[in-house]
Nanobody, 117 residues
Framework: QVQLVESGGGLVQAGGSLRLSCAVS????????MGWYRQAPGGKRELVAG???????NYADSVKGRFTISRDNAKNIVYLQMDSLKPEDTAVYYC???????????WGQGTQVTVSS
């Protein structure tokens, strides 16, 4: 059974930092492309940051220079370091794993991030 379990969300003031973690089990992590998405109330789910199984990264323009995605293949965990947070970063953040061997997508349950002004 594939599981993605996010943690690290919460309430923070503008300008603050949070680090999200996503622990993955049930798939071979090193063959997975990992991503963080977010969905604000009334909005669409959007890609925030992605990291290939080889380590290349991509970011939404709105978070470039503020957010950093990283992964620990030994621990099967992907992180999202979020600095200089803004109220517009408020959303539910979801971890995604794309398992390249069977081309399947898996999602976590989401974690709420709220940035107060």
């Amino acid at each position: 059974q594939v599981q993605l379990v996010e943690s690290g969300g919460g309430l923070v003031q503008a300008g603050g930092s949070l680090r999200l973690s996503c622990a993955v089990s049930g798939i071979t992590f090193r063959f997975s492309r990992m991503g963080w998405y977010r969905q604000a109330p009334g909005g669409k789910r959007e890609l925030v940051a992605g990291m290939s199984n080889l380590g290349s990264t991509n970011y939404a323009d709105s978070v470039k220079g503020r957010f950093t995605i990283s992964r620990d293949n030994a621990k099967n965990i992907v992180y999202l370091q979020m600095d200089s947070l803004k109220p517009e970063d408020t959303a539910v953040y979801y971890c995604n794993a794309y398992f390249i061997l069977n081309k399947s997508d898996y999602w976590g349950q989401g974690t709420q991030v709220t940035v107060s002004s």
